[in-house]
């Protein structure tokens, strides 16, 4: 794959070939994280268009050289090489679209779409271009290492995936974002926005898949319009036979962003917990150890997403400049580490979160979830 814009020489007065030209459809939080990513990996943000703020003030929210009224004009006329989609999520597949169609490649926000046809329609328009969904816990040194040694048969025999999602930003009645408006967010919330994480990281680790699935949703807050779940619990069954339990939750009072994943078998089990990521805890009948994120130590898979030396924190945002740096090494040209998640693996989420619903919505029943 080659860069589509900014190809000139340096020492001409303009853009050296290997930075990556980048815009930002949105200035919220998702943004101005996308954005300071993009800068980390050497990229140059030179365009942003935003529904809120407008102008100068979505150009100084996200850093970017210049703002545009809308896509349309900054597709056609800021030279950018990638987009990234930071909005809400019913304008996903639309902006994604738009930015294949005008041969960009594309970081799109999760879910990819609202829905399993936008989703196939995304993934077959993506084409040679890179296309990714940022499912960055993947990007976690102790991911990796789970990963490494559930791979090498550390493990044995795998027996059971088991885990939880849980956050309390919506744990009072009178929390309120877009997320919470079906028009804007979707037909599913709270496992959409963060139940697809963990079965993208659970399969990830394992290189299970999961089969099918009985599902239920709660909604503990009553808000505007047809109320997304606030709780989703998921038994499920992979495609290996292994069993495993899911909670979501964004109701949980306490919890900010746990993401908990344990992997037990009849040699090793492994557990990481995203608000404790330095750590990796290994299980075994005769003791339990905690593996640090130690450079010196980790397996080479995981060595190369240790930014920095034992003892000093890493976390979301490293997670992020990882996942961002791996996809401008692929729109230049070059080869990225095994890993970068695609739209084929924003689809994966989409066709999970739809089994999910089925499910739920007809009392629980088991549902084969679409390979």
Not at 41 to 70: C, E, I, L, N
Not at 135 to 155: C, D, I, N
Request: with cysteine; net charge negative; glycine share 10%.
């Amino acid at each position: 794959m080659t860069v589509t814009h900014g190809t000139l020489a340096a020492g001409d007065g303009r853009v050296d070939a290997r930075i990556v030209r980048a815009a930002v459809v949105g200035a919220g939080f998702m943004g101005r994280v996308h954005a300071e990513s993009a800068r980390r990996a050497g990229g140059r943000v030179v365009a942003v268009t935003a529904g809120r703020p407008v102008g100068v003030h979505a150009a100084a929210a996200v850093g970017a050289d210049r703002a545009y009224p809308d896509l349309d004009a900054l597709l056609s006329e800021a030279g950018i090489d990638v987009l990234h989609v930071c909005t809400p999520n019913s304008a996903h597949a639309e902006i994604a679209h738009a930015a294949l169609s005008a041969g960009i490649h594309v970081i799109c926000e999760k879910p990819l779409a609202t829905n399993e046809a936008d989703a196939v329609d995304l993934v077959a328009a993506a084409g040679d271009r890179v296309a990714v969904v940022p499912f960055v816990y993947r990007f976690h040194p102790m991911v990796r290492e789970m990963r490494a040694r559930l791979t090498s048969g550390e493990a044995g025999i795998v027996s059971s995936i088991t885990g939880s999602y849980l956050q309390d930003w919506l744990a009072d009645a009178g929390d309120n974002d877009w997320r919470v408006d079906p028009v804007l967010g979707g037909p599913s919330r709270a496992f959409a926005d963060i139940g697809s994480h963990w079965c993208d990281l659970a399969e990830f680790t394992t290189g299970d898949r999961i089969a099918r699935l009985s599902a239920q949703t709660v909604v503990v807050h009553e808000r505007r319009g047809t109320p997304t779940e606030d709780i989703a619990t998921v038994h499920f069954a992979t495609k290996s036979g292994v069993v495993g339990t899911l909670v979501v939750s964004q109701v949980a009072a306490g919890r900010k962003n746990r993401l908990h994943l344990e992997v037990s078998g009849t040699e090793a089990s492994f557990g990481f917990d995203q608000e404790n990521p330095e750590r990796l805890w290994v299980g075994r009948r005769g003791g339990n150890t905690v593996l640090l994120r130690d450079p010196e130590t980790l397996s080479p898979q995981a060595a190369r997403y240790a930014r920095l030396p034992a003892g000093h924190a890493q976390g979301y945002q490293d997670c992020f400049d990882a996942f961002v740096a791996d996809t401008y090494r692929a729109v230049r040209g070059e080869d990225p580490a095994e890993g970068l998640p695609t739209f084929s693996d924003g689809l994966r989420a989409v066709r999970i979160t739809e089994a999910v619903l089925r499910s739920a919505s007809s009392g629980g029943s088991w549902t084969e979830v679409a390979t």
